[in-house]
């Protein structure tokens, strides 16, 4: 369908998604020693802009992984500069990973974090490219807080790009998938409680996970992001991962009544994990709500 190209030769049910097994019996460790990379700084300063991604052209631009762990360098390397319109948000919740949390397929190193290639799922590792300069590209993060960016060596991985975006607005409960500048999805969504609400920012679809019953709570996909609750420091014994997903409730359609995912119809979901690749980006705001007075 033209969606993605090789550059180089570049959410959501009645509850935030439990990553099941994460928690207990992974071990925590660091990766081999790269002392020719920066060493790991301070977070930066926390602000909740949230912005569409940078284009080339009219494409965004993913990074694939091609090695087994890709090591994210927290502070950018000589000469780099991160893009200023992404930081990360304010969070009252634990960090995630960190060393006391043994999180499946990531982990705090000296340098930052490493990720697993492939996920604990068993698809290819991806991130989204928010900056390129020589040799190196940051990306958004799937780490709480939310809205971080790290650096990783254009070796590990393969850059290719794509022209698809999800947008949701809080407000009007509604998303849009726009793929090649045409809307295949236009629809209403159920979203997060006002007590553990779906987190605005900018995040993107870091896998698409089948489910062996469709009928179940998350019906046919989940479409797994890069956000984590705001809320919760777990959810069901497993990571608080925001995802767009499937529902058996479809009479919620509408509603605010999860714990931050986003809930759509299973026509509509399943749609969505045909037509959308890892890497897409996912834009959620709160518009103003619509003046209803009458005068």
Same mark, same amino acid.
């Given at each position: 369908?033209?969606?993605?190209?090789?550059?180089? $030769?570049?959410?959501?049910?009645?509850?935030?998604?439990?990553?099941?097994?994460?928690?207990?019996?992974? =071990?925590?460790?660091? !990766?081999?020693?790269?002392?020719?990379?920066?060493?790991?700084?301070? #977070?930066?300063?926390?602000?909740?802009?949230?912005?569409?991604?940078?284009?080339?052209? $009219?494409?965004?631009?993913?990074?694939?992984?091609?090695?087994?762990?890709?090591?994210?360098?927290?502070?950018?390397?000589?000469?780099?500069?991160?893009?200023?319109?992404?930081?990360?948000?304010?969070?009252?919740?634990?960090?995630?990973?960190?060393?006391?949390? #043994?999180? =499946?397929?990531?982990?705090?190193?000296?340098?930052?974090?490493?990720?697993?290639?492939?996920?604990?799922?068993? $698809?290819?590792?991806?991130?989204?490219?928010?900056?390129?300069?020589?040799?190196?590209?940051?990306?958004?993060?799937?780490?709480?807080?939310?809205?971080?960016?790290?650096?990783?060596?254009?070796?590990?991985?393969?850059?290719?790009? @794509?022209?698809?975006?999800?947008?949701?607005?809080?407000?009007?409960?509604?998303?849009?998938?726009?793929?090649?500048?045409?809307?295949?999805?236009?629809?209403?969504?159920?979203?997060?409680?006002?007590?553990?609400?779906?987190?605005?920012?900018?995040?993107?679809?870091?896998?698409?996970?089948?489910?062996?019953?469709?009928?179940?709570?998350?019906?046919?996909?989940?479409?797994?992001? !890069?956000?984590?609750?705001?809320?919760?420091?777990?959810?069901?014994?497993?990571?608080?991962?925001?995802?767009? @997903?499937?529902?058996?409730?479809?009479?919620?359609?509408?509603?605010?009544?999860?714990?931050?995912?986003?809930?759509?119809?299973?026509?509509?979901?399943?749609?969505?994990?045909?037509?959308?690749?890892?890497?897409?980006?996912?834009?959620?705001?709160?518009?103003?709500?619509?003046?209803?007075?009458?005068?």
């Amino acid at each position: 369908m033209g969606v993605v190209q090789n550059r180089r $030769n570049v959410i959501i049910a009645a509850a935030v998604v439990a990553v099941v097994a994460i928690i207990a019996g992974i =071990a925590v460790f660091t !990766s081999g020693d790269r002392s020719v990379e920066p060493e790991l700084t301070a #977070a930066p300063t926390s602000s909740t802009t949230t912005t569409q991604p940078p284009k080339v052209g $009219n494409e965004y631009t993913i990074a694939t992984a091609t090695v087994p762990t890709v090591q994210v360098v927290a502070v950018p390397p000589e000469g780099a500069e991160p893009n200023p319109l992404y930081s990360t948000r304010d969070s009252r919740m634990s960090p995630i990973p960190r060393a006391d949390l #043994a999180s =499946a397929g990531v982990r705090v190193t000296p340098l930052g974090y490493a990720f697993d290639n492939p996920t604990y799922f068993g $698809n290819p590792l991806v991130m989204l490219v928010v900056s390129e300069v020589d040799g190196w590209v940051e990306v958004l993060l799937q780490a709480r807080p939310n809205g971080q960016t790290g650096w990783v060596r254009t070796s590990e991985v393969e850059l290719s790009t @794509h022209d698809a975006v999800l947008e949701l607005d809080l407000t009007t409960r509604q998303l849009t998938a726009t793929v090649d500048g045409e809307v295949i999805v236009d629809a209403t969504t159920s979203i997060g409680l006002a007590s553990n609400p779906t987190p605005t920012g900018t995040y993107y679809i870091t896998e698409v996970i089948p489910q062996s019953f469709a009928g179940g709570d998350f019906g046919p996909f989940i479409l797994a992001t !890069s956000a984590y609750s705001e809320e919760l420091q777990l959810f069901d014994g497993g990571l608080p991962i925001v995802a767009v @997903h499937g529902t058996n409730r479809p009479d919620l359609i509408g509603e605010t009544v999860t714990n931050g995912c986003v809930r759509l119809t299973n026509d509509l979901i399943t749609l969505l994990a045909e037509k959308l690749p890892p890497g897409v980006p996912l834009v959620i705001t709160e518009s103003e709500p619509a003046d209803t007075s009458t005068s």
